[in-house]
C-alpha cells in the first residue's frame, strides 16, 4: 500500500501533464496542492480525468494564482486508472498529489458533470438504501479567464431546491473566485445534492467524490 506523495510535477512551459495515475486494483484518496512558484500570474486548470487528455468535464478548479499563492482540494477518492492532471499556461506551476493507496474497493462515489445552461441540476442522488458521506468541488470550467461567471446555489433535499436546505451559495467569475468545494456532507438515503446556476456565462463543472456507508 502506498502512501504520501504519490506524484508531483513543476512545469517548464505551457501544456498539459498528468501528476499521478492511479494503479490497477487501488483506490486512491488524495489531496492535491498547487502553486505558483515563479513571477507573475499562472492559469491553471486542475483535472480528474480517466485519460491523459481531459475534457471540461473533468475540470476540479480553474483558478489564476498569483506569484507565491495557491490552493489545495483535498480528499479526492479516485478509482483504478483515473488521473490527476493539470493545464497551464507559464512555466512555475507546481502541483503535489499526496494520499493513499488501498485494493479496489466497491463503494466509490465519482460523478462529474458539466452544467451550460441556469437550471437545477441534481449533482447527486443517493439511490442506496444506506447513506453517503461526500465531497462536492464546484469550479468554471476550462474557459475564458475575462467574462466566464456563475452564480451557485447548493442544496440538500429530498425533492427539489424549493423545498431544500441550502448549503451554500456563491458567485463565480474566472477573474475572481472561480470555485469552491464542500467537504465531508453526510447524505441521508432519501437524499439529493442539488445545484442552481443562474447568471451563467460559460459552463459549471461539478465534481461529487466519496464513499457509501
Known amino acids: 500500500m502506498a502512501a504520501g506523495r504519490l506524484g508531483t510535477h513543476k512545469s517548464t512551459g505551457a501544456g498539459t501533464a498528468v501528476v499521478y495515475t492511479v494503479p490497477s486494483g487501488k483506490t486512491s484518496e488524495v489531496s492535491v496542492i498547487v502553486t505558483n512558484a515563479t513571477v507573475g500570474v499562472n492559469n491553471v486548470t486542475l483535472f480528474r480525468s480517466p485519460t491523459g487528455t481531459p475534457s ?6 480553474l483558478d489564476s494564482i498569483p506569484l507565491a499563492m495557491g490552493y489545495e ?11 490527476i492532471c493539470y493545464t497551464t499556461d507559464k512555466a512555475g506551476t507546481h502541483v503535489v498529489v499526496m494520499g493513499v493507496e488501498y485494493d479496489s474497493k466497491s463503494n466509490e462515489i465519482k460523478q462529474q458533470e458539466l452544467i451550460t445552461t441556469n437550471t437545477e441540476t441534481v449533482v447527486y442522488s443517493n439511490t442506496a438504501v444506506m447513506d453517503s458521506s461526500v465531497n462536492i468541488s464546484v469550479s468554471l470550467k476550462d474557459g475564458s479567464l475575462v467574462s466566464d461567471l456563475a452564480t451557485c446555489d447548493l442544496y440538500i433535499s429530498a425533492t427539489d431546491a424549493a423545498s431544500g436546505v441550502k448549503v451554500h ?3 463565480i467569475t474566472a477573474s475572481g473566485v472561480t470555485g469552491f468545494e464542500k467537504e465531508a456532507l453526510f447524505i441521508s438515503a432519501t437524499d439529493k445534492l442539488i ?3 443562474s447568471s451563467l456565462t ?4 461539478t465534481t461529487v467524490q466519496g464513499y457509501k456507508r
Open 56 to 61: 471540461a468535464t473533468h475540470t476540479i478548479q
Open 73 to 83: 482540494r483535498s480528499a479526492l477518492v479516485l478509482s483504478a486508472g483515473e488521473r
Open 195 to 197: 445545484l442552481v446556476t
Open 202 to 205: 460559460g459552463a459549471v463543472a
Open 169 to 171: 451559495n456563491f458567485s
